[in-house]
């Protein structure tokens, strides 16, 4: 079997906007040309990728499947990319740590910033995703450290405690009103919650919470980022979750309001991961030190 590069980011561009021709013109390609590409790909799989719709193309269930090797390759190929534009540049090597935003915000943006100016010859490279990719990251040796939820954790690994955090309640002033008091799971669970989506820590915590009480999750206001989370609490959609060093970044108005929770169910612990295979060991050592003695002095 043989196809380029340029065939993989088409297929995935194709993906990400459900039309050959926006994938085509994205990627600075004849539209027939890219048809040819992706007909040359379906006969060498023996399997159609995607299939027509009035206003575009849609991925087959088939291609489902296959497209998950592609995104491995396409991972492997930046990879690839990456470390070889290190060794050129002369650079130590290159490690890439998967973490989530909350982690980003909260530790490991402090963290990175103290080992580049320990270790300038090591490139460094962030994937902000949340708890479960980090994991599948990890799994499929894109990234070299992952820093997860330490109850989301699904993986075979050597696992080494991080961080901790906690979630505060978000709010809407004109739509809610709090005492001082902390909020407790009985009185959240009668409240319309907006939580990050599948895979996220802040979404397991939630489940976790609601089955407790033998209670089911609705989830109807699922969002991707907090910055989403932020717009739809200050609607009063719904009250938001989300850890205090995350709210602090927005700078948020007054007319957000935050409350502790009660309990501790919406403690979180994270753990690091990494995977050795292409990072240099010594680079890799390094990294892994440096952010364990952070986490172990707190700053």
């Given at each position: 079997?043989?196809?380029?590069?340029?065939?993989?980011?088409?297929?995935?561009?194709?993906?990400?906007?459900g039309?050959?021709s926006?994938?085509?013109?994205?990627?600075?390609l004849?539209?027939a040309?890219?048809?040819?590409?992706v007909t040359?790909?379906?006969?060498?799989?023996?399997?159609?990728?995607?299939?027509r719709?009035?206003h575009?193309?849609e991925?087959?269930?088939?291609?489902?499947?296959?497209?998950?090797y592609l995104?491995?390759?396409?991972?492997?190929?930046?990879?690839?990319e990456?470390?070889?534009?290190?060794l050129?540049?002369?650079?130590?090597?290159?490690?890439?740590?998967?973490?989530?935003?909350?982690?980003?915000?909260?530790?490991?943006?402090?963290d990175?910033?103290?080992?580049?100016?320990?270790?300038?010859?090591?490139?460094?490279?962030v994937?902000?995703?949340?708890?479960?990719?980090?994991?599948?990251?990890?799994?499929?040796?894109?990234?070299?450290?992952?820093?997860?939820?330490n109850?989301?954790?699904f993986?075979?690994?050597?696992?080494?405690?991080?961080r901790?955090?906690?979630?505060?309640?978000?709010?809407?002033?004109?739509?809610?009103?709090?005492?001082?008091?902390?909020v407790?799971?009985?009185?959240?669970?009668?409240?319309?919650?907006?939580?990050?989506?599948?895979?996220?820590?802040?979404?397991?915590?939630?489940?976790?919470a609601?089955?407790?009480?033998g209670?089911?999750?609705?989830?109807?206001?699922?969002?991707?980022?907090?910055d989403?989370?932020l717009?739809?609490?200050?609607?009063g959609?719904?009250?938001?979750?989300m850890?205090?060093?995350?709210l602090?970044?927005?700078?948020?108005?007054?007319?957000?309001?935050?409350?502790?929770?009660?309990?501790?169910?919406?403690?979180?612990?994270?753990?690091?991961s990494c995977v050795?295979?292409?990072?240099?060991?010594?680079?890799?050592h390094?990294?892994?030190?440096e952010?364990?003695?952070s986490?172990?002095?707190?700053?």
């Amino acid at each position: 079997m043989r196809f380029d590069t340029t065939t993989v980011h088409l297929v995935l561009a194709i993906v990400e906007e459900g039309s050959i021709s926006r994938a085509a013109d994205r990627l600075g390609l004849a539209v027939a040309a890219a048809s040819r590409r992706v007909t040359d790909l379906e006969e060498q799989l023996g399997a159609k990728l995607f299939r027509r719709v009035p206003h575009g193309v849609e991925v087959t269930e088939s291609g489902d499947k296959l497209l998950q090797y592609l995104k491995q390759i396409d991972n492997l190929i930046d990879r690839l990319e990456g470390d070889a534009k290190a060794l050129h540049d002369g650079l130590d090597g290159r490690i890439i740590i998967g973490a989530p935003k909350a982690v980003v915000i909260a530790f490991l943006a402090p963290d990175l910033a103290n080992i580049q100016r320990k270790y300038p010859n090591i490139s460094l490279k962030v994937v902000e995703e949340n708890s479960r990719i980090v994991q599948q990251l990890l799994r499929d040796k894109v990234i070299d450290v992952g820093i997860y939820e330490n109850k989301s954790g699904f993986l075979d690994l050597g696992k080494i405690p991080y961080r901790d955090d906690r979630l505060v309640m978000v709010y809407s002033r004109a739509h809610f009103r709090f005492g001082t008091a902390p909020v407790e799971l009985d009185e959240l669970i009668d409240l319309p919650v907006v939580s990050l989506g599948k895979g996220s820590a802040v979404l397991a915590a939630v489940q976790r919470a609601y089955r407790s009480r033998g209670r089911q999750f609705a989830g109807n206001f699922s969002v991707a980022g907090f910055d989403t989370m932020l717009a739809l609490v200050r609607h009063g959609l719904g009250v938001g979750l989300m850890p205090p060093d995350v709210l602090r970044s927005f700078h948020p108005e007054r007319g957000v309001g935050s409350a502790e929770l009660g309990g501790d169910w919406h403690h979180r612990s994270y753990v690091l991961s990494c995977v050795e295979g292409h990072a240099q060991p010594q680079t890799l050592h390094n990294v892994v030190t440096e952010l364990l003695a952070s986490a172990r002095t707190g700053r």
